[in-house]
């Protein structure tokens, strides 16, 4: 891509970034009326300003060409800073973008406070996993830039009234004579939504990964939300108040198609100019025929709350779980039949391994206790996938 018309005095670089981070810096430029050399300019002074330990690693693969115009002495400098950063040109280039992408936020953004991204992992079915892919990533999204993660403010919602999410982290679930996340969802609460979160006390996610402990109230939330007005919007307007304070909110969801399903999808909505798949349903099944049928079920359910809503859904991903080849036929030829559909695309296979298990029993994440294992690398892929 190339700045149009140079200024005499400036000089032309040449480097390379990833397509997708090229695509969002010609349309954010755009967005703010400013040339693309302008744009560039200005990322690299943001980067030079930003400490190196607040800086998240960039996934830079497919980085192809890119060319622009910058005043001279500009890029040596850079160029400099990045040898004493000891990262590639291309990462510091693309941490660069990442950077100036997140200082302006898209102008048709509602106003006030930049929503988080929204990641939903859904599936009615139970037993697929989406606990421990919420945990998953979520940890690989927290983990700090020491570790090599982007060091990301997290919120994991635990939507699930059985409090998988919440027990396998060691945190209690809310007491029914409290407040909860569905007091807030009806109009119930009495106090603060901030006040019912708690964080993951382990040093490799800082103070960044915190959680919303389920409650076994959450059992009767489809009947309560058939009583309220703009039902689909609660979910929403009870995160509302916290979303300022992170990155990015995972919803862990039951395994249900109920009401309470139709307010945590239309959460992960794309809202008025959030880029294309920044938010949305991540999926998780499993390499067997049932996972077939529930896929077809949520789906439906998506379609239709999309028509009836008129509002965009991006499917982010499909995620499959506990993946084990040598259960014969039934698993590779399942595995095959999800990798071609296609839209959504198969974004992970998760390989079937004790760690994840053994973490639960000692009520850990798994990135905690067990950081180089195949399950927590194959979490790293996934947020790299998403990003």
């Known amino acids: 891509m190339m700045a149009s018309r140079p200024a005499e005095d400036r000089e032309k670089v040449t480097s390379k970034i990833p397509e997708a981070l090229r695509a969002r810096l010609k349309v954010r430029a755009a967005e703010y ?9 200005e990322a690299i002074t943001l980067w030079r300003r930003t400490p190196a330990d607040r800086i998240p690693i960039a996934d830079t693969s497919g980085a192809a060409s890119f060319s622009t115009w910058l005043f001279p002495g500009v890029y040596d400098e850079f160029k400099k800073i990045c040898a004493r950063r000891d990262v590639s040109y291309i990462q510091g280039l693309a941490q660069a973008v990442g950077l100036w992408l997140a200082d302006h936020p898209s102008p048709g953004q509602e106003s006030g406070v930049r929503s988080p991204r929204r990641e939903i992992m ?3 079915k139970g037993g697929v996993g989406k606990t421990a892919l919420t945990a998953g990533v979520g ?5 700090g830039g020491s570790h090599g993660g982007p060091g990301l403010r997290v919120l994991m919602v635990d939507y699930d ?3 998988h999410l919440s027990s396998q982290l060691g945190i209690e679930a809310l007491p029914l004579d409290g407040d909860s996340l569905v007091k807030h969802m009806t109009g119930e609460a009495k106090g603060s939504i901030a006040d019912l979160i708690v964080p993951v006390e382990e040093e490799r996610f800082g103070d960044r990964l915190h959680v919303l402990p389920s409650c076994a109230d959450g059992f009767v939330l489809d009947v309560k939300l058939s009583t309220i007005r703009a039902r689909e919007a609660a979910l929403e307007r009870a995160l509302e108040p916290v979303e300022g304070d992170y990155d990015i909110v995972l919803v862990d969801c039951p395994p249900s198609l109920g009401l309470a399903m139709d307010s945590a999808i239309y ?5 008025d100019g959030e880029d294309l798949a920044r938010s949305g349903v991540v ?3 499993q390499a067997e025929d049932s996972s077939a049928d529930a896929f077809t079920l949520l789906t439906g359910q998506i379609e239709d709350l999309r028509e009836d809503m008129r509002i965009e859904i991006d499917y982010l991903g499909l995620v499959v779980n506990m993946y084990d080849g040598r259960r014969g036929y039934i698993a590779t030829s399942s595995l095959e039949s999800w990798k071609s559909i296609g839209d959504p695309r198969v974004i992970a296979v998760i390989p079937d391994r004790k760690e994840q298990r053994e973490a639960v029993r000692s ?3 798994l990135l905690a206790y067990d ?3 195949a399950q927590s690398q194959a979490m790293r892929d996934i947020v790299k996938e998403l990003s």
Request: hydrophobic content about 30%; proline content about 9%; overall charge positive.
């Open 33 to 41: 009326r400013v040339d693309i050399q302008d744009a560039v300019a």
């Open 122 to 124: 859904a599936n009615q």
């Open 139 to 143: 940890q690989a999204y927290a983990e």
């Open 161 to 163: 009234p059985q409090g």
């Open 267 to 271: 959460y992960g909505r794309r809202r």
């Open 283 to 285: 999926i998780p099944v």
């Open 363 to 365: 009520k850990r994440g």
């Open 371 to 373: 950081p180089e294992s």
